[in-house]
């Protein structure tokens, strides 16, 4: 079957950096990408990587390595808005996206 | 201002009783999406559409049908609802991109949540 991975819940404190990791095992790969999503709100794009490599973007990077099917998002700086639930997706097929079950991050003052 | 807008936001309802979630966007866009999303289990894709007329089936397509009859609007179409359709649902609509080198970002509605009792 096809399937992401990822933690479900991080914890971290302002101004730390953490890292979400994100495995995958889908039948087709184009890109793998990162949403956020706050209690009650709609997932908003984050990033987006189709090639290897690493992705900044602001306080934000994102990183893929295609041959190991992993990638992770990095966030630096952690601030209190942070705290939210983090998706990463992959897109398998010509608009068919699969997406990973959510990683909560709390962050602590 | 770019814009997915759904409706309703929130709507309870009975077994066996056909309702519609509309989805609108205002970007022009050639890609749309539903979606349910529930407890553990992240976003799953219900079907998805390429174009005006051209719609294929996602991962949890049962119980659901859609039509693109315009490019701005998606409806989703739930014709005799069951308990287990009770979810939140989000329609997205993609930027368009044309392979996978392209961003493919998608842009969400606010979302609906839909109780079948």
């Known amino acids: 079957g096809q399937s992401l991975e990822q933690p479900s819940e991080v914890t971290a404190v302002e101004g730390a950096i953490v890292q979400i990791n994100c495995t995958y095992q889908?039948?087709?790969?184009?890109?793998l990408s990162w949403y956020q999503q706050h209690d009650g709100g709609a997932p908003t794009f984050l990033s987006y990587n189709a090639l290897d490599g690493l992705e900044e973007t602001g306080r934000f990077s994102s990183f893929l390595s295609r041959s190991d099917s992993y990638g992770y998002l990095l966030l630096q700086e952690l601030q209190m808005k942070d705290s939210a639930s983090y998706f990463c997706?992959?897109?398998?097929?010509?608009?068919?996206?699969?997406f990973g079950t959510g990683t909560r991050l709390k962050v602590l003052a | 201002e770019a814009q997915v807008t759904q409706n309703p936001r929130y709507l309870i309802t009975v077994t066996g009783k056909k309702l519609t979630v509309t989805c609108s966007q205002n970007?022009?866009?050639?890609?749309m999406s539903w979606y349910r999303q529930d407890p553990g289990l992240g976003l799953r894709q219900i079907y998805y559409s390429m174009n005006v007329e051209v719609t294929d089936k996602g991962d949890v397509p049962e119980g659901y049908k859609v039509s693109r009859k315009e490019k701005r609007n998606f409806p989703l179409i739930l014709e005799s609802p069951s308990p287990n359709q009770t979810s939140l649902y989000f329609c997205a609509s993609i930027s368009s991109g044309t392979g996978g080198l392209s961003k493919n970002i998608q842009y969400f509605g606010a979302g609906t949540r839909l109780s079948v009792l």
């Open positions: 970007m022009n866009h050639e890609y």
């Open positions: 889908t039948s087709g790969f184009y890109g």
């Open positions: 997706a992959v897109l398998s097929g010509t608009y068919k996206y699969i």
